[in-house]
């Protein structure tokens, strides 16, 4: 079985500040894993993703994320936070392997940037 | 290119009516899924199609169904409406069956009002 747990559900940094978002995951296999991020009304965007390559992920707006299996952590940073990061945060896994063609969604981090 | 359309973005019911809501793919996309998400339970898998298949099912009672056509577009309906259907409903594409290796586009969902 698999499942995610992202360890905050509300983040507050302020802007030019690092963001950290962590996530947790198990899974019977190797998963895949992502980070989506969705806007108010929006539907998800997606952020990186880590499928079996490089650990360090590199993702769009300035956000990469870590896999470290030792520790089953996929947490996403950014180094300076930017008004517009201001959204909900999505960590997410699959395993084709597992149960199929499905997400398992984290509850969502919800990042406020202070000015 | 054009991203996933969901068509309508808004809709009210009354409890015990139907409802059918269209997903139209990434043009090239031939898997689509279906994710409901609600304050209560987060994002949550309700099926996903290929190739006019249902390949996979989430945890949700048959009052929910959808189905595929051969352009890949993709309706879901679900019958005899209760308060607790009120929620986003967002669809995904993929190029093929196993989002763990590309990822979904997701469009920006249907927000339905149950009352």
């Known amino acids: 079985a698999q499942s995610v747990t992202q360890l905050d559900s509300h983040v507050s940094v302020s802007e030019g500040t690092p963001v950290l978002l962590r996530c947790n995951y198990s899974?019977?296999?190797?998963?895949?894993l992502f980070w989506y991020v969705q806007h108010p009304n929006k539907g998800l965007q997606l952020l990186l993703k880590y499928t079996s390559a490089a650990t360090l992920v590199k993702g769009i707006n300035g956000f990469e994320a870590e896999f470290k299996k030792s520790e089953t952590s996929f947490h996403l940073t950014k180094p300076s936070a930017h008004m517009s990061d201001a959204a909900e945060y999505f960590c997410?896994?699959?395993?084709?392997?597992?149960?199929?063609?499905?997400?398992?969604f984290g509850t969502g981090t919800s990042l406020t940037v202070i000015p | 290119k054009a991203g996933v359309t969901q068509t309508p973005r808004y809709l009210i019911k009354t409890r015990g009516q139907q409802v059918t809501l269209s997903c139209s793919p990434i043009s090239g996309h031939r898997s689509v899924s279906w994710y409901q998400q609600t304050p209560g339970q987060g994002l949550q898998f309700l099926f996903e199609y290929f190739s006019e298949t249902q390949r996979n099912k989430g945890n949700f009672p048959g009052r929910f169904s959808g189905r595929q056509f051969s352009n890949s577009r993709s309706e879901m309906n679900v019958s005899t409406l209760e308060l607790g259907d009120s929620a986003l409903y967002l669809c995904a594409s993929s190029l093929f069956t196993g989002p763990d290796v590309y990822g979904y586009t997701f469009g920006s969902g249907t927000r339905l009002t149950v009352v």
């Open positions: 899974s019977s296999y190797s998963p895949s």
């Open positions: 997410v896994v699959s395993d084709l392997r597992d149960t199929g063609n499905q997400f398992y």
